[in-house]
């Protein structure tokens, strides 16, 4: 077998060449859209409602199950180390197709099930968003090791854009239909999984620094997608608005699916067009990724699927470490060193998740992303109702904006501090500390409560929700490495049930009920809510708790300001060990 000796069945063999980490990327587009099915919940939740005489209060905790579903990911975590990227995707696609399989036997009262079991299968169907988002971030981070940030703010941001996707399906293709759309989470996703999982595999990663054309590729590929990003929000404007035919609405469709396809064009442009000086420098790639172990002939040595490409990077630093070991063990032979003080990592090393989660960083990362990402997703989770409560009534234009805008800040926070990253050695969590000085001052413009300003509002907040998700990606892989990133990611998504929780369930939902029942008094369960008072002191408490966000930033950035230095020293991404073998 292709995997790892000594540690079980390694996940698989890498791919070799210049053109499969292009087909994977492309190919992780389309696992990504499939992975935004945690964001549908509100097109069939009103379905589910009327067909089985749920109130309100059950369906939002249908809600919660569906938040669960979609962060709890630590065990696709743990076992992205452990298992093939083909077979990660088809756990996820066994997931959906169960999951979703299950509502919809049960809204088509098919089959009889009582409350819980649905709450489990809306649990399973959304956690197969963790499976598939893993399998695609952790193995395209490591494809293209040295532009971590342009990766991330791209892969995740196709799932921000997602949400679009399914709604302009859902409204054109499926005729508003709930169940219909239940069936095509049921089975559309894991025909998506099954059809693409042989391209989202291991390759040999590009470790050139200056790769004009590498540049190029990816600049090509943020364009097309901010295209589909404009157009998805163009079209489902245009869908809300007016009456379009049919013909029309299937030829927006059939542009979406053009659009979705358009990275495909770069290793299809790669194989008309060879650029035969790029070929394969043998003396640049680590061990892991030799020749032999690429043809099968010593598989024993070939590294596991997500052996770290840190590793890779700094090869020879560890042919170093090998001969540095034997002189301690000499050294200790002779009385002179004690080996049981054997230092762990240092930050911009592996680590293994236990030993990053007894580091002050870690933690650090972790607070300023939910001061960051937990309030953020209060105002997503209640988008709804914040805008009826000020008078803006169409609150599908307004969930649209959010959206769009929570991608382009995915895709400007990963191209952005790629940028400056390796130009000025500038810390990635610099652009959350700017994010949340903003998002202050967007929860006071929300708490004003004037309909002139919700839109605005929106938009900073979207901006800012989706930059602090494409930096936390891959400042978690620089400080802490590759090695366990898939658990260390997961984890951070920890946040999200967190954040909805705490301010939105406890802090948002209270507040609400409590001004709904003031302004109707002889109402038992009053719906709904009018005017800045229903939302007012949630947004103070999001402006509070985000101002200790950005001081912690601070202390944070610098903290970690000089391993930025030491990883970035040479304007793009290498390990210091492994520049020190090349004097």
């Not at 996940?11 to 990327?25: D, I, M």
């Not at 790669?270 to 000086?277: F, H, R």
């Not at 236990?354 to 939910?370: M, T």
Request: glycine share 10%; net charge neutral.
């Amino acid at each position: 077998m292709a995997g790892g000796g000594g540690g079980g069945p390694g996940p698989g063999k890498v791919k070799a060449g210049s053109r499969p980490p292009w087909v994977g990327l492309a190919a992780a587009v389309w696992v990504q859209v499939a992975a935004g099915s945690a964001y549908v919940f509100p097109l069939y939740s009103h379905a589910v409602k009327e067909a089985l005489g749920y109130d309100q209060k059950a369906l939002t905790m249908l809600g919660v199950g569906n938040d669960v579903g979609e962060n709890v990911g630590l065990v696709p975590g743990v076992l992205a180390n452990r298992l093939p990227p083909w077979l990660v995707l088809v756990i996820g696609s066994a997931c959906a197709f169960f999951g979703f399989g299950t509502l919809w036997l049960a809204v088509t009262k098919t089959v009889a099930m009582p409350y819980w079991v649905l709450w489990i299968a809306l649990c399973i169907g959304t956690n197969s968003s963790a499976w598939l988002g893993t399998a695609a971030l952790v193995t395209n981070m490591r494809n293209f090791p040295l532009s971590r940030g342009t990766v991330a703010g791209l892969i995740k941001g196709y799932v921000a854009v997602s949400a679009a996707v399914y709604t302009e399906t859902f409204n054109g293709m499926l005729g508003n239909s709930a169940t219909n759309l239940l069936l095509l989470l049921a089975l559309g996703i894991p025909t998506a999984c099954i059809v693409v999982m042989y391209f989202v595999r291991p390759c040999t990663p590009s470790l050139e620094e200056d790769n004009s054309t590498e540049h190029s590729h990816f600049m090509y590929t943020q364009i097309s997608s901010v295209v589909l990003g404009i157009y998805l929000m163009v079209a489902t404007i245009l869908g809300d608005t007016l009456k379009l035919s049919q013909a029309v609405t299937y030829l927006l469709f059939g542009i979406m699916i053009l659009l979705l396809l358009a990275p495909l064009a770069i290793p299809i442009k790669m194989t008309l067009y060879p650029n035969k000086q790029t070929k394969e420098k043998p003396s640049t790639l680590a061990p892991s990724y030799s020749t032999d172990s690429l043809s099968g002939a010593d598989p024993e040595n070939s590294e596991p699927l997500l052996g770290s490409a840190s590793a890779t990077l700094a090869t020879r630093a560890h042919e170093s470490d090998d001969s540095t070991d034997l002189d301690v063990l000499l050294a200790e032979g002779e009385g002179a060193v004690n080996l049981k003080k054997k230092r762990g990592p240092r930050r911009g090393d592996d680590f293994t998740f236990l030993e990053a989660l007894v580091k002050a960083d870690f933690w650090l990362l972790f607070i300023v992303y939910f001061c960051g990402v937990g309030t953020g997703v209060t105002v997503l989770n209640n988008l709804a109702q914040v805008g009826m409560s000020v008078g803006a009534n169409d609150t599908t234009i307004l969930l649209c904006l959010f959206g769009f805008c929570n991608f382009v800040g995915r895709i400007l926070g990963g191209s952005l501090s790629e940028y400056f990253v390796r130009s000025r050695m500038l810390p990635r969590p610099f652009w959350m500390m700017c994010t949340q000085i903003i998002m202050v001052v967007t929860f006071l413009l929300f708490a004003t409560g004037l309909h002139s300003l919700i839109y605005v509002s929106t938009t900073l907040l979207g901006i800012c929700y989706g930059v602090q998700f494409a930096v936390m990606i891959p400042t978690v892989s620089e400080l802490f490495g590759l090695k366990d990133f898939g658990l260390m990611y997961n984890f951070m998504l920890l946040v999200n049930p967190l954040g909805a929780f705490f301010f939105s369930a406890l802090l948002a939902g209270y507040i609400y009920d409590k001004e709904a029942a003031r302004q109707h008094p002889g109402v038992l369960e009053p719906s709904n809510c009018y005017g800045p008072d229903c939302f007012r002191v949630t947004f103070y408490v999001c402006a509070i708790v985000c101002c200790c966000g950005t001081l912690l930033s601070v202390l944070f950035i610098a903290r970690i300001k000089p391993v930025y230095q030491m990883l970035y020293a040479s304007g793009s991404f290498r390990h210091p060990r492994s520049q020190q073998q090349l004097h």
